[in-house]
């Protein structure tokens, strides 16, 4: 086997060691192939030159990536550094260069390279990394502005990788005005794209918090100059009850037992919105959702002691619109856990007819065929009887 075919099976086999995460054999692998092409370069004059020193560069570059692997990072720069003088137009080379002075905060040369990645090919599919990486440097150096914008750069590029939304919503919270709407969305994106990186949720509730108390605190200003439009006090109380529902996902990932559940706050918005507008549908329905979580309990838990107000304030909002599928549905589970199981089935049939999506599963889990046919025979009962 003539020493060309041996460098190229040891760069084949090199290659298989990263991807197999078998760094320290790698960097060995690496090694001898630089061995072997120095070695083709001395025995074959400038004839090979050219293409011998291109793999060099290309075997420097490997080695690099591996020892960057087990951050061994000033040895990693070293080998780039040998790499890029015998090929200066490598922009993977300056980009993984790049990341590893980031890691060693010389964040001005990691800026350099990634730049210098960027100008060289700035369609390559992995020029994103180059906009993250630099972003990265840009914060470390306490550029934020700089950094969000490369960040956003990276997400335009390839908007399914998480760490660009995450990044991009902490350096949002590093700015003297923050917005919290924006910060918010980044963390929900990034925990879609990444759902097992429980940080990501933490930071996507805490921050849901943040943005919607400064929604809140507006509301709470426009209410002050105009207290006479039902609409303010709507948006305030669904506002109020999104920011409890934040608050008990913090509480419950925490393992507290205790949990936040100011519905009466609530509760004052939607009445004071009824009151000046007693036509609007969906405040009824909003606040007999709210009386059903004041009083805190499981379907089928138990009966509700104030059923018959929230009955009222269902019933009110389907005579005012007779369309809503969620009316129908919440109104049928709050009659089956107070054992009115006919008109619960009722309610959950309108529900289902209308395209309430889980009406027709509610009504296999909770009215068993038993049930059902005494229901069915009321009915036809009752049709004989008229």
């Known amino acids: 086997m003539d020493l060309f075919t041996k460098a190229e099976e040891c760069s084949s086999l090199g290659m298989d060691y990263i991807n197999r995460k078998n760094y320290k054999e790698a960097i060995s692998i690496f090694s001898a192939e630089i061995k072997l092409l120095e070695l083709i370069l001395k025995e074959g004059g400038n004839d090979m030159a050219f293409l011998v020193n291109k793999m060099i ?4 570059s490997n080695r690099a990536l591996a020892k960057s692997h087990i951050k061994k990072y000033e040895e990693a720069v070293n080998d780039y550094n040998k790499s890029l003088k015998l090929n200066t137009e490598d922009a993977i080379a300056y980009l993984n260069r790049g990341m590893c002075l980031g890691c060693l905060k010389k964040y001005d040369a990691a800026i350099e390279d ?5 100008l060289i090919n700035p369609e390559n599919h992995e020029i994103c990394i ?8 840009k914060y470390g150096k ?12 990276a997400i335009k590029l ?7 939304y995450g990044n991009r919503a902490s ?3 590093k700015l003297e005005i923050k917005y919290y709407e924006r910060i918010h969305a980044d963390y929900k994106k990034a925990f879609e794209l990444n759902s097992e990186n429980i940080i990501y949720q933490t930071l996507m509730e805490s921050t849901g918090i943040q943005w919607l108390s400064q929604k809140i605190e507006h509301l709470n200003k426009l209410i002050k100059k105009n207290n006479k439009d039902a609409n303010l006090y709507f948006e305030r109380g669904k506002l109020k009850t999104s920011k409890i529902e934040h608050l008990n996902k913090l509480i419950k990932k925490s393992n507290k037992d205790d ?17 000046l507008n007693p036509r609007n549908a969906l405040v009824y329905h909003a606040r007999g959702q709210t009386k059903e979580a004041i009083e805190s309990r499981e379907v089928l838990g138990g009966a509700f002691s104030n059923y018959e107000s929230i009955l009222n304030d269902y019933n009110k909002a389907i005579e005012l619109n007779p369309d809503n599928e969620q009316v129908y549905f919440d109104r049928g589970i709050i009659n089956i856990v107070n054992n009115k199981k006919k008109e619960g089935f009722y309610d959950l049939r ?6 309430h999506p889980d009406a027709q599963k509610t009504i296999k889990k909770y009215l068993p065929k038993n049930i059902l046919k005494r229901i069915y025979n009321r009915i036809i009962w009752s049709f004989q009887k008229s």
């Open 114 to 118: 990634a730049t210098k990645a960027i």
């Open 158 to 164: 390839n908007p399914n990788e998480s760490a660009y």
């Open 350 to 355: 309108k529900a289902c007819k209308l395209g």
């Open 130 to 137: 180059a906009y993250y990486n630099r972003g990265v440097s």
């Open 142 to 153: 306490g550029d934020i502005n700089g950094a969000i914008d490369d960040y956003s750069e």
């Open 171 to 173: 350096a949002s919270l």
């Open 259 to 275: 949990y936040e559940d100011n519905y009466e706050d609530v509760l004052e918005d939607y009445n004071k919105s009824i009151e």
């Open 57 to 60: 560069s290309g075997a420097y």
